[in-house]
């Protein structure tokens, strides 16, 4: 049974409140993650998680151009899943996604892309920060 209430939520908040979207993503990504990770975890609560999931995440996936807060949420937990390699993981992305094996290694890449570039740009404002109290 999917959680209609979340859904309405979801697309309520998508075009006035994109942020809060996101953050209901991401917590429902969450509680599934804790889910998955379970070793008492409980089925039914997980496939309706990824059909919940799935009813808010596919229609914005299909859009020509999906980029959103939202879209960029999710994106970025079904990547950090698909990098830890665990079959539940990667079955929760199936699941929610539909996607194909390119596209799910897509994700994994722009994924450990973006994590490089975070990286990159915290060590930067370190480097900055250390040069300044320095001088």
Known sequence: ????????????????????????????????????????????????LCETLSQIFRPIDQRQFPESYPWDAAYDRFGRWLMRGLPRNRDAVIAITGWSNEQMAACKTRYTEMVRIYRDDWNRAANTLENKIIE
Do not use: Q, W
């Open 1 to 48: 049974m999917i959680d209609a209430e979340a859904v309405t939520l979801f697309n309520d908040l998508t075009s006035r409140y994109p942020m809060a979207a996101a953050g209901l993503i991401h917590d429902l990504c969450d509680k599934l993650s804790f889910l998955l990770e379970s070793e008492s975890s409980d089925e039914h609560a997980i496939e309706n």
